[in-house]
């Protein structure tokens, strides 16, 4: 209520790392509640609700935040991040703008992504390019900066489909969780516990799809499903 209250004030300058701070814990604290203790108890295996996926759009939001408080500036208690965020921000731009280039055979052909691929004519093309890089690494305190590209990378075609339970854009997501288990606190029971459930709710509804089932066993394996 507090915040809410100050963000419908002026902003004073000293108030800006104050905000930032609220709105990174807020976001922390969005990430890590999660009102299951079991994967049938989670989306996406429960019925459609206007909450799901709320913790996204909380993390979106903290970008309107980011844009008052500028925690880089000089004077911030924040500016210490200013090294890792330039590091984060060149790679988020070295993603090409269209192709296949380092994308799996695999990723390209269930993902309809050919050399004529881009963002704006198959929604699947960011979110892969955003994850293929991450396989290559272990999440972890000190780089988990770069998973929350992905989150921030989606596009509003992707994240309509997220909330249709697309099989494919589950398919993104299961990997994500199951490369962000294990990493840090605010993500880890989140990532279980809804992994857990993409893949059983991907095994009970898509179990035709051969392609796709063989592409979730990296994520059934991550989450001690098999």
């Given at each position: 209520?507090?915040?809410?209250?100050?963000?419908?004030?002026p902003?004073?300058?000293?108030?800006?790392?104050a905000?930032?701070?609220?709105?990174?814990?807020?976001?922390?604290l969005?990430?890590?509640?999660?009102?299951?203790?079991?994967?049938?108890?989670?989306?996406?295996?429960?019925?459609s609700?206007?909450?799901?996926?709320?913790?996204?759009?909380?993390?979106?939001?903290?970008?309107?935040?980011?844009?008052?408080?500028?925690?880089?500036?000089?004077?911030?208690?924040?500016?210490?991040?200013?090294k890792?965020?330039?590091?984060?921000?060149?790679?988020?731009?070295?993603?090409?703008?269209s192709?296949?280039?380092?994308i799996?055979?695999?990723?390209?052909h269930?993902?309809?992504?050919?050399e004529?691929?881009?963002?704006?004519?198959?929604?699947?093309?960011?979110?892969?390019?955003?994850?293929v890089?991450?396989?290559?690494?272990?999440?972890?305190?000190?780089?988990?900066?770069?998973?929350y590209?992905l989150?921030s990378?989606?596009?509003?075609?992707?994240?309509?489909?997220?909330?249709q339970?697309?099989?494919?854009?589950?398919?993104i997501?299961?990997?994500?969780?199951?490369?962000?288990?294990?990493?840090?606190?605010?993500?880890?029971?989140?990532?279980?516990?809804?992994g857990q459930?993409?893949?059983?709710?991907?095994e009970?509804?898509?179990?035709d799809e051969?392609?796709?089932?063989?592409?979730?066993?990296?994520?059934k394996?991550?989450?001690?499903?098999?």
């Amino acid at each position: 209520a507090l915040f809410n209250k100050k963000l419908n004030k002026p902003i004073k300058p000293s108030d800006r790392d104050a905000l930032w701070a609220a709105a990174a814990l807020l976001g922390f604290l969005a990430m890590s509640w999660i009102d299951a203790a079991t994967p049938e108890e989670a989306w996406p295996l429960t019925e459609s609700d206007p909450a799901d996926l709320e913790w996204i759009r909380m993390s979106e939001s903290k970008a309107a935040i980011w844009e008052i408080a500028n925690p880089l500036r000089l004077d911030s208690l924040f500016h210490f991040m200013a090294k890792d965020y330039m590091s984060h921000q060149k790679l988020a731009l070295s993603k090409p703008e269209s192709g296949i280039d380092g994308i799996p055979p695999a990723f390209a052909h269930l993902y309809d992504l050919d050399e004529s691929s881009n963002a704006e004519n198959n929604p699947y093309f960011n979110p892969v390019h955003e994850l293929v890089p991450l396989l290559e690494t272990e999440a972890n305190r000190s780089n988990i900066f770069m998973y929350y590209s992905l989150i921030s990378h989606m596009g509003p075609p992707f994240k309509r489909l997220l909330e249709q339970k697309d099989p494919r854009a589950l398919l993104i997501f299961a990997y994500w969780y199951a490369k962000t288990v294990n990493s840090v606190w605010w993500l880890d029971r989140r990532s279980l516990v809804e992994g857990q459930a993409i893949c059983l709710y991907l095994e009970r509804y898509h179990a035709d799809e051969t392609e796709l089932q063989d592409m979730l066993q990296f994520p059934k394996m991550r989450f001690g499903l098999i």
